[in-house]
């Protein structure tokens, strides 16, 4: 973005109602930064010597998998939790995919924002990858995290976003569909049934609300009661 939009911009904000340009302050850090320098490229950035936050908004909330010195609540602002992958590795294969959890763009995302010590940067990079990425269908982004507390702390925070060009993007999906996929799916992680259950009862005590899962969760239990004996 050029120095006198970026400038205009911000003097705009001045108009607005505080709680508002709290929120449009948020976005506008993630729309002054150009997307190549949030594209995490190998190299250097592997080896900082600088602590590396990570951000956690799905199974990396309840098993996160690496050393950490802090966990903190904390959100995101322009993307959102979608159940918008098809798994075809830890929940799922290609033969019978199941459904799994990336940030997709818009709206906004609370999650977990974990602190790793500098000192083990680059091996849990390699972890992340390893889990992450054994079919390259995420995007490694650094992006502004805001962590919870009075007042919020902003950190620059590794993120997985879905690669929307990826064959195993798949957008938002029926309820019905989903809940298809997911019932019938199991990989080398566990089925997916349990995968999303684990994410809502993590969410919940986090007091995080995410509709969509939540139906979702509660359709999956109501399904296997349904299949239970004497039901």
Request: hydrophobic residues 40%; neutral net charge; glycine residues 8%.
């Amino acid at each position: 973005m050029r120095r006198f939009e970026e400038a205009q911009i911000w003097s705009s904000l001045a108009a607005i109602p505080v709680d508002v340009q709290t929120v449009a302050a948020k976005a506008l850090c993630w729309y002054a930064i150009p997307a190549d320098d949030l594209r995490v490229m190998s190299g250097d950035f592997d080896h900082l010597d600088q602590d590396l936050w990570v951000f956690g908004y799905g199974s990396l909330i309840w098993r996160p998998g690496f050393e950490h010195v802090e966990r903190a609540p904390a959100h995101i602002v322009g993307l959102h939790r979608s159940l918008c992958i098809y798994s075809f590795d830890h929940r799922g294969t290609p033969e019978r995919p199941g459904l799994v959890l990336g940030l997709d763009f818009g709206g906004a995302c609370r999650g977990i924002a974990y602190r790793v010590a500098a000192r083990h940067r680059a091996a849990t990079l390699a972890y992340l990858r390893g889990r992450e990425q054994t079919t390259a269908v995420y995007r490694e982004m650094v992006r502004v995290a805001w962590l919870a507390g009075s007042p919020e702390r902003r950190v620059d925070a590794l993120c997985y976003v879905v690669d929307r060009g990826h064959v195993q993007y798949a957008g938002r999906l029926p309820h019905d569909r989903q809940l298809h996929i997911v019932r019938q799916a199991h990989g080398r992680s566990g089925n997916n049934r349990d995968y999303v259950l684990e994410t809502v009862k993590s969410l919940e005590a986090l007091h995080i609300v995410d509709h969509d899962l939540h139906v979702l969760a509660e359709r999956l239990k109501g399904s296997q009661d349904a299949r239970a004996p004497g039901g």
